[in-house]
C-alpha cells in the first residue's frame, strides 16, 4: 500500500471514530456552558448504544433504533437533571451512580439477551468523494454523521445568538446574579442538560447502529469521559472542543492501526493522549482557556 | 446601623426541624425497599429467580466464615478510599480521582516491594510509606495545577485518573519497569512479580476460616483517628471551616490555600494506602495488574457520599459494599449475570442520598411558603397603620 492509502486508511478510520464524539461534544459543551459538569455522558451514550440495538432489532429498522437512542439519552439527561438540579444531589454523585448503573444495566441485559444486527445506510456524497485521500474518509459515512452539519451550526447558534443561549450562559457564569434577574437556574440547566443527553444519545447509537452495527458489554468504553476532555481541551468553545474531538478520533484511530503499518508507538501514551492534551491546555492556554465560572458548582437558591 | 452580614454558610445556619431525623429515616426504609423491589424485578423480567439471587449473595458475603472473610478483605481498601475522601470532602475539596491514586498507589509500592531487597517488616513498612506517598503526590499534582494555574480540581482528578490507569499498565508492560521477568524465554503477562513474602500483609484469626487481614486494622483505625480529628482537633475544626465556608476561614486566620492542598494531598495518601492494600493482602494476587484497583476507587468515593463524609458512618457503608462485591463472585454460579451487583449496588446509593436531599428540599418550600405568608401579612399591617 502506498503512503497516500495508509494516511486514507487512518484518517477515514479517525472520522468514523470521531464522529461519535463530535456528536456527544455537542451535548456536553452546552451542558457546561450551563454550569452543569456532567459525567454522566458516558451512561447516556453507552445506555443509547444498548436500547438503539434492542429497539433495531425489535423493529427490524435501525433508524428507529437511532431514534430510541436519543430518547434513552435524553432519559438519562432527565434522571441526572432531575437529581442534579432539582433534588441538589451532589452532580458528580449522580453521575458516577448513573455511569455504574447504566454499565452494570446494559451489561446484565447484553448477557441475557441477543439481538439481531442492524445498520444504517451509507451515504456518499457524489462528487467530493472523488478528491483524493481526504474524498473516501469525509464523504462517504453513514447517513447519521451528516448530522453534524446541521447540528455544529444550530449548538453555536443556540449558545451564542439566542436569547436562551444567553441566558444560558450567564446561568453557568453568574448563577446567583442569573438567578435575581428572574432565570430559574436550574431549570435552564436540566434544558441544557437534555439537549445534551439527546446529542449524547445519538452519539452513542451512531456507535451502535451505525458503525458497529451490534452491541457489546461496555461498548463507549470511557468514550464519554474523552469527550469531556475534548470540552475541557477546547476550552469550553466550540470549535476547539470539536477540534478536540478530531484529534482525539484520530489519536484512536493511529493506536488501532500503527501495529499493522509497522510502526511502534506506545499505545499507552496515545490512549492517555486526550487527557493530557486536555490537561496540558488547562495548563499552558489560562488566560483564555477558562471554565464557566460556576461550573460544578450547584446553585441553591438563597445560598452564598 | 445594620452591620455588613457575613456570607456565612447555610449549612450553620439551617436548623432542620426536630421532625427532620424520623422523616429522613422513615423515607430512607421507603427508598431502599424501592430498591431493592426494582432489582428482583430486573432479575425476574430476565427469567431469573429474585430469591435465588439473594441467596446467593448472602452464601457469597456473609452466610458462613469464610464468606466473611472475602467480605472484609474488601471492606479495608474500601473503608481507606472512603475515609480520604471524608477529609478532603469536610475541608470543601472535591477529590473524584480516588480510582487513579489508589493505582499510583499501588505502582510505587510494588516498586518498592520488589526493588528493596530488604527482609522483614521494615520492607512492609516501606512499601506502605511508599503506596500513601505515591497516591499522596498524585494528587498533589492537582493541587499543584490549582495552586500554580488555577486548574480546577475536579477537573484534574478526573483527567489525572485516566492518566495512571495508563501510566500502570505502562509500567506493567515494560521490562525494565515492573514487567514480570522473563523465564527462559517464555511469554510474559501483563503483570509484576509476585511480591515478596515480606511485603505482604498477614492475617490472624483462631475460628476455623474467619481470618481478619491486616489491612482491615488499618482501615478502622485510621477511620477512628481521622473522626477524632475531624470531630475533636483544631486542625480538624478549621478543615471544616474551610468546606463550610472558605471566605469565613480566610478571615480567620485559616491558610485556605494550604489547608486545602494538605486535604487533597491526605485523601490521596488513604487512596494510595488502599492500593497498598490491594497489592498486599490476599485479595488479590500480589501482583500489581492494569486493573488492581477494579473500581475500589470509585466505590470507595460512593461510600463516602453516603456516610455523607462521617469516617465512622462509612465503616457500616463499607462493609454493604464489601459484602455486595463478594456476593457477586457467587451470583454467576447461580446463572444470574455479575453485573448486577452493580445495578442493586447504585440503585442503593441512590436510595441513601435521595431521601435525606428530598426531605430537606420539601422542608425549605414549606418554610419558603410559610415566611412569604408572614411577609405578606405584615406588608397588610403597615399599610394599615398608614392609612
Known amino acids: ?304 | 446601623m445594620r452591620l455588613p452580614s457575613l456570607p456565612i454558610a447555610p449549612a450553620l445556619v439551617r436548623q432542620p426541624g426536630a421532625t427532620h431525623g424520623w422523616r429522613v429515616a422513615g423515607a430512607t426504609v421507603a427508598s431502599v425497599a424501592i430498591a431493592l423491589a426494582l432489582s428482583a424485578g430486573l432479575i425476574a423480567w430476565t427469567g431469573d429467580s429474585p430469591i435465588a439471587s439473594a441467596r446467593a449473595i448472602y452464601d457469597g458475603s456473609v452466610a458462613s466464615q469464610d464468606a466473611w472473610t472475602t467480605t472484609l478483605l474488601y471492606v479495608a481498601p474500601l473503608l481507606l478510599v472512603a475515609v480520604g475522601s471524608c477529609i478532603s470532602s469536610s475541608a470543601g475539596v472535591f477529590n473524584i480521582g480516588q480510582e487513579g491514586q489508589v493505582m499510583i498507589g499501588a505502582l510505587t509500592g510494588a516498586w518498592v516491594g520488589l526493588r528493596l531487597a530488604i527482609s522483614g517488616p521494615v520492607l512492609l513498612v516501606l512499601v506502605a510509606l511508599a503506596a500513601a506517598v505515591g497516591g499522596a503526590m498524585w494528587a498533589g499534582l492537582c493541587a499543584l495545577m490549582h495552586r500554580t494555574r488555577g486548574v480546577n480540581v475536579v477537573v484534574s482528578t478526573l483527567l489525572m485518573t485516566f492518566i495512571a490507569a495508563q501510566v500502570v499498565s505502562y509500567a506493567v508492560n515494560t521490562s525494565w519497569f515492573l514487567q514480570e521477568s522473563r523465564m527462559n524465554g517464555g511469554l510474559v503477562s501483563s503483570e509484576s512479580n509476585q511480591l515478596p513474602s515480606a511485603a505482604r500483609l498477614g492475617s490472624f484469626g483462631h475460628y476455623p476460616d474467619l481470618r481478619i487481614n491486616g489491612g482491615l486494622i488499618i482501615a478502622l483505625v485510621a477511620a477512628a483517628v481521622v473522626a477524632l480529628l475531624l470531630a475533636r482537633s483544631r486542625w480538624g475544626f478549621r478543615l471544616r471551616l474551610r468546606g463550610l465556608n472558605p471566605r469565613v476561614a480566610q478571615h480567620a486566620g485559616v491558610r485556605v490555600v494550604a489547608l486545602g492542598a494538605i486535604a487533597l494531598m491526605i485523601s490521596g495518601a488513604f487512596a494510595g494506602l488502599a492500593g497498598m492494600v490491594l497489592l498486599t493482602t490476599p485479595v488479590g494476587t500480589n501482583r500489581l495488574q492494569p486493573n488492581i484497583s477494579g473500581n475500589i476507587g470509585w466505590d470507595g468515593l460512593l461510600v463516602a457520599l453516603v456516610a455523607r463524609q462521617r469516617p465512622v458512618v462509612a465503616i457500616p457503608v463499607a462493609l454493604l459494599f464489601g459484602a455486595l462485591r463478594s456476593g457477586g463472585g457467587f451470583l454467576a454460579a447461580t446463572g444470574v449475570p455479575p453485573y448486577l451487583v452493580d445495578v442493586v449496588k447504585s440503585l442503593l446509593v441512590l436510595a441513601f442520598v435521595l431521601p435525606g436531599v428530598l426531605v430537606t428540599m420539601l422542608d425549605r418550600r414549606t418554610r419558603a411558603a410559610s415566611s412569604t405568608r408572614s411577609v405578606t401579612s405584615r406588608a397588610v399591617v403597615t399599610n394599615e397603620v398608614v392609612a
Open chain 1, 1 to 304: 500500500m502506498s503512503a497516500a492509502d495508509n494516511a486514507a486508511t487512518i484518517l477515514s478510520s479517525g472520522v468514523r471514530l470521531s464522529v461519535p464524539l463530535a456528536l456527544a461534544a455537542c451535548g456536553e459543551y452546552v451542558a457546561e456552558r450551563a454550569g452543569a459538569m456532567n459525567i454522566s455522558v458516558e451512561a447516556m451514550m453507552l445506555g443509547a448504544a444498548f436500547t438503539s440495538v434492542a429497539a433495531a432489532s425489535a423493529t427490524g429498522s435501525a433508524t428507529i433504533g437511532l431514534l430510541v437512542g436519543l430518547a434513552t439519552g435524553m432519559l438519562v439527561a432527565m434522571i441526572h437533571g432531575n437529581l442534579a438540579h432539582r433534588a441538589e444531589v451532589n452532580p458528580f454523585v449522580v453521575g458516577l451512580v448513573l455511569n455504574v448503573l447504566v454499565l452494570g444495566l446494559t451489561s446484565y441485559l447484553i448477557t441475557t439477551s441477543t439481538f439481531a444486527p442492524h445498520q444504517v445506510a451509507q451515504l456518499s456524497v457524489p462528487g467530493l468523494r472523488e478528491i483524493p485521500v481526504i474524498g473516501q474518509p469525509l464523504f462517504v459515512e453513514r447517513w447519521p454523521a451528516y448530522l453534524l452539519v446541521l447540528i455544529v451550526p444550530l449548538t453555536w447558534w443556540l449558545v451564542e445568538r439566542s436569547r436562551w443561549g444567553l441566558e444560558l450562559r450567564a446561568v453557568g457564569e453568574y448563577p446567583q446574579a442569573a438567578d435575581l434577574t428572574g432565570i430559574r437556574v436550574n431549570r435552564r440547566r436540566r434544558q441544557a442538560l437534555l439537549w445534551c443527553g439527546a446529542l449524547a444519545g445519538l452519539g452513542g447509537a451512531y456507535l451502535a447502529v451505525a458503525e458497529v452495527g451490534s452491541f457489546n458489554q461496555n461498548m463507549t468504553a470511557g468514550r464519554g469521559y474523552i469527550v469531556i476532555a475534548a470540552v475541557i481541551f477546547g476550552g469550553w468553545r466550540l470549535g476547539r472542543t470539536l477540534l478536540g474531538c478530531a484529534l482525539f478520533g484520530l489519536a484512536d484511530a493511529m493506536r488501532l492501526a500503527l501495529p499493522a503499518l509497522g510502526v511502534t508507538l506506545n499505545s499507552e501514551f496515545l490512549i492517555a493522549a486526550p487527557y493530557l492534551l486536555a490537561l496540558l491546555a488547562m495548563l499552558l492556554f489560562t488566560t483564555q482557556h477558562r471554565e464557566p465560572r460556576a461550573l460544578a458548582q450547584p446553585f441553591e437558591r438563597g445560598s452564598v
